[in-house]
């Protein structure tokens, strides 16, 4: 990178790209990237842009990343962190916070997916067995 100010102008079109692609690959890709989410995130250090950019709704793939998430990531955020290890503390509380915040779209989800599927429909109520698992285990 540059010296000086070009060097933080290009630092910041990096990162503003970064985040460009982060919704983009929320938005449009079939399973939640893992791998991108973790590189990332360990490029910007930002949790809160990156949660800010995943707006969950039902007219995308963002809710089915979503799901992905915790069908496939859930059990290990909340355990050993083997996928997440570039993480620092601060930064999973406020994943598990935003999962948690969210949690109420896996119910509507299973109702608005329900005819798209059988695999689906089976993957989204294992995932409101997960989440809801813990939850009443952490009440």
Request: glycine fraction near 8%; charged fraction near 30%; include cysteine.
């Amino acid at each position: 990178m540059g010296n000086g100010r070009d060097g933080q102008d290009e630092t910041d079109s990096i990162v503003r790209f970064l985040y460009s692609w982060w919704t983009d690959l929320i938005k449009h890709k079939s399973y939640f990237d893992n791998e991108a989410f973790c590189i990332i995130f360990k490029l910007t250090g930002d949790i809160d842009q990156l949660l800010d950019r995943w707006a969950i709704n039902f007219t995308d793939n963002s809710f089915l990343n979503f799901v992905d998430l915790i069908y496939n990531y859930y059990d290990d955020l909340t355990g050993r962190r083997e996928n997440f290890g570039e993480f620092d503390e601060s930064s999973i509380k406020k994943l598990l916070q935003w999962i948690e915040k969210n949690s109420d779209l896996v119910e509507q989800g299973f109702f608005q997916y329900a005819d798209k599927g059988e695999e689906l429909a089976e993957k989204i109520s294992v995932t409101h067995y997960i989440f809801g698992g813990n939850k009443n285990r952490n009440s």
